[in-house]
């Protein structure tokens, strides 16, 4: 295995960096947007009647942040762990990270905009698909370590009787 | 070589600083936890009426999580507040150690035992000598009224039944008074005080869904021979009084694409009603389950009720399991013959001669009988409670929800003509032609001339829920007050007949002496019946009729009210006089000595004859002498007249 990664997952990494950081700053604006909706007490988002839109724009502007720094998370593992196995998974893995990114708080904020009382708006239709790739690209990149875990180790045992 | 990751070799190990924090913040979650009260289940409560869920009926925290703007709206009216339990929350009163003198017999004593609030008072239920009565001490358990007035009931210790405490507070004037002072009663007269009275009469319209749940009638043998397991679906009003029981509604909107389904749909969901998405008069009917006067059909109907509850649902026929009482069309029935026979004042206490509703709380019978309801032929034309007023405030109403709570809960935008023109547009169109009033005066605004103040409760005037048109006829043979003398306190009904006849061809009716030149509001507040000087002596203090009439001339004759026999009518009166130039400050307490009272007056009139405003007016029609002075005569004269018939006005 190579010691630096390869080119293409090099492509990965930057950019899930710049995505992860980008996503960051965006969802950072929103947190102020939000912040600065309270601070003047803004009944649009703070009424009592909009107890669903204050939840969903919250909980966009939560997961736009969390995974934001997620896709920095995994852009650090993949430029740590250069000889990350299942390259060919990579693709995938990247696609469905960053389509988990942009579905989940688009979900959530789209469904704040226009909703039924206690239900939230025909948008939240997004959060679970945004779900099912987040749980994809976890899954597949928990594996991918997990896999190189057991390589290294043995690696290690290896070399240790040579 | 490859190199070690160490992401993936590494064992957590948590510092020892994070352990000892993990460790001290769960100490101070489980230290809190403990410092709070124990929640005492409200199964296990043994000496007050309870709350079950039963009945397919869920509670109002079952609709708080997919309604939670109509939660919230409702959760800031008054509906929900009707009845609760007596909490430090909850009380408004000040029961720290107070004396109460405002009681019949001996003064009440308030205390306070931690979260609880107790009272040591005479024994309403005694029935030997007056001078052996024995003092009690109970623990006050729940309350009814929060606009307006707390009334607060005790446990009796027997079974679930409540009594109600000798005194009511009154929040708007921070202050208590003996319980049938604050209802229009002779002396001596008025609501019941005994025990089971809250569980066997009040419960029907101020609980969702209540059971009283006597072991035999109330009242059929003494209470203490009863058994009495009075429960209730939710104390107050709730969302299920209005919806209906919601059970099957919860249940089948567990499921989401059925609830998007409706939501994008725009259909009505059939496991709930929806009051306003009913014809007018069911909807209408879902108001007047309570705002109305009604009875039990027959004695069955009542035991079936006291099992099981009120029989009615929201959406169904009302009159299918009520007698509501309506006197312009089943008062010659034979269930209205039976009320009347087993209570003689039935109808006087509650209507007008012709049968117009007069008392408040009973809107819906006032609905009943208005044109734009009962003639109506087109469901969208047709008058309905939610014509004007709305259960749940919109997000585009600008008010605060207490703000709307506080103005009965009318609809953004209908508290002006906007109520009627919606239907009756070609009169806003050129409103001066309609109204002979400047547009902008309080004399072209619809609610003052077609609902005046006829109607009597809680302290004060309340508009009247029949849509009518000013009739001096009315006055004259009926004792209604009508619009144009109500406001135009200082003019003579005969006034009133020629303005009415001149614009809008009324045949003026035959008018006595004093109709003719003494002004309206002097004869209702001198010669009239208790229900007419409460009316007046409101009017006396309404700022629209001030500003038309003018208040100097109003003190002497807010001063003979100020010793009127009934409790209700010298409360309306002193309020009104403070609110005349002067005497804003005057100390009198209608529920007081009755020499201090007599000095009170005289001393207003004193002050008033002193002052400048006693011959600021020179007018007949308020009985002044062209030098300005006050014919007593004449005032003794009209107030022989009096309607001294006794009069208990069931509000």
């Known amino acids: 295995m190579s010691a630096t990664p390869s080119s293409r997952q090099s492509d990965y990494v930057g950019r899930h960096l710049r995505f992860g950081w980008w996503s960051l700053f965006v969802f950072l604006l929103l947190g102020a947007t939000l912040e600065t909706l309270h601070g003047f007490k803004v009944g649009f988002y703070l009424d009592a009647s909009n107890e669903t839109r204050r939840l969903m724009w919250t909980l966009a502007h939560a997961h736009g942040a969390l995974l934001g720094l997620v896709n920095i998370a995994a852009g650090l593992s993949m430029r740590a762990l250069p000889e990350l196995p299942g390259d060919g998974r990579l693709p995938l893995i990247s696609t469905a990270l960053l389509a988990a990114t942009v579905l989940l708080p688009a979900g959530f904020f789209a469904s704040g905009v226009v909703f039924y009382s206690g239900d939230p708006g025909v948008g939240i239709a997004l959060v679970p698909v945004g779900a099912a790739c987040l749980a994809i690209a976890v899954f597949l990149l928990a594996r991918a370590v997990t896999a190189l875990s057991g390589t290294s180790e043995g690696g290690t045992e290896r070399r240790r009787r040579g | ?651």
């Open chain 2, 1 to 651: 070589m490859i190199r070690r990751s160490p992401v993936v070799r590494s064992r957590f190990r948590p510092p020892v600083p994070a352990a000892a924090l993990l460790v001290g913040a769960t100490a101070l979650g489980v230290a809190a936890a403990l410092s709070l009260e124990p929640i005492v289940p409200e199964a296990s409560v043994e000496h007050r009426p309870i709350a079950v869920s039963e009945d397919d009926y869920v509670s109002s925290t079952t609709c708080r999580s997919c309604h939670p703007s109509q939660y919230a709206t409702w959760h800031g009216s008054f509906h929900r507040t009707m009845t609760q339990v007596a909490t430090p929350e909850s009380v408004r009163a000040d029961f720290d150690a107070i004396v109460v003198e405002a009681v019949p017999g001996r003064p009440m004593r308030l205390e306070r035992r931690g979260d609880e609030f107790w009272a040591e008072f005479d024994d309403p239920g005694w029935e030997g000598a007056p001078r052996d009565r024995p003092r009690i001490t109970r623990q006050v358990v729940m309350i009814t009224g929060s606009h307006h007035q707390n009334i607060y009931w005790y446990a009796t210790g027997h079974d679930r039944a409540l009594n109600v405490l000798p005194g009511v507070y009154l929040l708007e004037e921070d202050r208590w008074t003996p319980r049938n002072a604050v209802v229009l009663a002779p002396p001596g007269q008025g609501v019941a005080m005994l025990d089971g009275h809250w569980n066997a009469v009040c419960i029907d319209c101020h609980t969702t869904h209540g059971k009283t749940r006597f072991d035999t009638p109330f009242l059929s043998e003494p209470i203490r021979d009863q058994a009495v397991d009075t429960t209730v679906a939710e104390l107050g009003i709730a969302c299920e009084a209005c919806h209906g029981p919601a059970a099957a509604h919860v249940a089948a909107n567990r499921n989401p694409l059925r609830r998007y389904q409706l939501h994008t749909g725009g259909a009505p969901d059939p496991t709930i009603v929806e009051p306003t998405r009913l014809d007018p008069q069911r909807s209408s009917q879902v108001c007047g389950q309570c705002h109305s006067i009604w009875e039990f059909p027959d004695a069955a109907g009542e035991r079936a009720a006291s099992a099981g509850g009120l029989p009615y649902r929201p959406g169904d026929e009302l009159r299918a399991t009520r007698f509501v009482a309506q006197p312009r069309v089943n008062g010659r029935s034979d269930t209205m013959q039976a009320l009347i026979a087993a209570d003689p004042d039935f109808v006087r206490g509650s209507f007008w001669p012709d049968g117009l509703v007069r008392v408040s709380g009973r809107e819906y019978n006032g609905l009943l009988d208005s044109p734009c309801f009962a003639d109506a032929t087109e469901p969208e034309r047709t008058l309905s409670c939610f014509s004007c007023h709305t259960m749940h405030k919109t997000p585009e109403d600008p008010r605060t929800v207490a703000e709307w709570a506080d103005t009965h809960q009318v609809s953004a935008g209908m508290d002006g003509n906007a109520a009627c023109t919606q239907c009756h547009a070609p009169i806003a169109a050129d409103l001066p032609a309609h109204t002979n009033h400047a547009p902008e005066s309080t004399g072209s605004r619809c609610y003052n001339c077609h609902m005046p103040y006829t109607s009597y409760g809680l302290l004060r005037a309340i508009r009247s829920h029949t849509v009518t048109s000013p009739s001096v006829r009315e006055s004259v043979e009926l004792g209604r007050p009508n619009a144009c003398n109500l406001c135009h306190l200082d003019r003579t009904l005969a006034w009133s007949a020629d303005h009415l006849r001149e614009w809008y061809a009324q045949p003026a009716p035959r008018l006595d002496d004093n109709e003719r030149s003494v002004a309206a509001s002097i004869l209702w507040l001198l010669r009239g019946d208790a229900g007419q000087r409460a009316l007046a002596a409101w009017s006396y203090g309404w700022e629209p009729a001030q500003e038309v009439s003018g208040t100097s001339w109003m003190v002497p004759y807010l001063g003979e009210l100020l010793g009127d026999r009934y409790d209700a009518v010298r409360f309306i009166a002193a309020r009104s006089l403070r609110t005349i130039p002067g005497f804003e400050t005057l100390q009198y307490d209608f529920a007081g000595d009755r020499q201090d009272r007599i000095e009170a007056a005289v001393g207003a009139l004193r002050a008033w004859r002193n002052g400048s405003l006693a011959r600021a007016r020179r007018d007949p029609e308020l009985l002044f002498g062209v030098d300005g002075t006050l014919d007593t005569a004449a005032m003794r004269r009209i107030f022989d007249q009096r309607d001294n018939r006794p009069l208990f006005l069931r509000e």
